[in-house]
């Protein structure tokens, strides 16, 4: 599949028909994919930690929710999507490993979902499916003939939001 754009661990790219953008082993990470149905043109980001704010470092935007959202509409819009067209879809947010305390590191799977969820609600963006928390890890695949977000698991099968 050449139309296949592939989107690392704290990275980010867009996407217009027929480009299928994927993303492999999301565990705490979340997948955050925009899609605006009327021209067709998909974002997808692979956020690690919910914000930069906490960060010295944070030249990469792609790594935290609250500036990866942000780079990646001003992408779609940049090649001609419409910002009230476009719809949200989440994946991963899991929590790989089990501690017995539930301190806020523990819990970043759960931080990084609520940041993405903020982060949009903020921008006035609807989010119109979600497949976050559990415990196992996702690979997703965002359509732009459709906005059809595909999420493969193990053990969990495969769901279509």
Request: include cysteine.
């Amino acid at each position: 599949m050449d139309n296949l754009v592939r989107v690392g661990m704290a990275d980010l790219k867009v996407a217009k028909y027929p480009g299928i953008l994927t993303t492999l082993g999301l565990g705490s990470c979340v997948g955050i994919a925009l899609f605006d149905p009327s021209s067709r043109i998909g974002g997808l980001a692979h956020i690690m930690l919910p914000s930069s704010k906490q960060v010295k470092n944070n030249t990469n935007k792609a790594k935290f929710a609250d500036t990866a959202i942000v780079q990646l509409l001003e992408e779609m819009l940049s090649i001609g999507a419409k910002k009230n067209n476009i719809i949200a879809k989440l994946a991963g947010g899991a929590q790989m490993f089990s501690f017995s305390q539930t301190s806020d590191i523990v819990r970043i799977g759960d931080r990084n979902a609520a940041a993405s969820r903020e982060v949009l609600q903020s921008l006035s963006i609807p989010i119109v499916a979600e497949d976050t928390g559990g415990n196992f890890g996702r690979t997703i695949e965002l359509y732009t003939e459709n906005g059809i977000l595909v999420v493969k698991t193990i053990g969990h099968g495969i769901r279509r939001l």
